[in-house]
Nanobody
């Protein structure tokens, strides 16, 4: 079973930046697609960004041009660089992995991001 731990959340001002990390404790990290999701109070959980095992990336329209997802397979880590943050980015951010072929999934516990003056 893949264990995921998110970190890097916190309080930032509008326009600020934050970098989230997702560290996987397990094997075969290079076989996983990694996704970042977020959920604000009273809102549905939204997919923010995805990076495949091959390194291809996709983003929600709401974060395109501001967020960048990346991975370092040697460190079993995926990151989400968030720039030009807006109050509407406030949410709990979750890391999720999906294994190639089997589609088995794991989820982290989430990290709170608050964008406020």
């Amino acid at each position: 079973q893949v264990q995921l731990v998110e970190s890097g959340g916190g309080l930032v001002q509008p326009g600020g930046s934050l970098r989230l990390s997702c560290v996987a404790s397990g094997s075969s990290f290079s076989l996983y697609a990694v996704r970042w999701h977020r959920q604000a109070p009273g809102k549905q959980r939204d997919l923010v960004a995805t990076i495949t095992s091959g390194g291809s990336t996709t983003y929600a329209d709401s974060v395109k041009g501001r967020f960048t997802i990346s991975r370092d397979n040697a460190k079993n880590t995926a990151s989400l660089q968030m720039n030009s943050l807006k109050p509407e980015d406030t949410a709990v951010y979750y890391c999720n992995t999906v294994r190639l072929l089997t589609r088995a999934e794991s989820w982290g516990q989430g990290t709170q991001v608050t964008v406020s003056s």
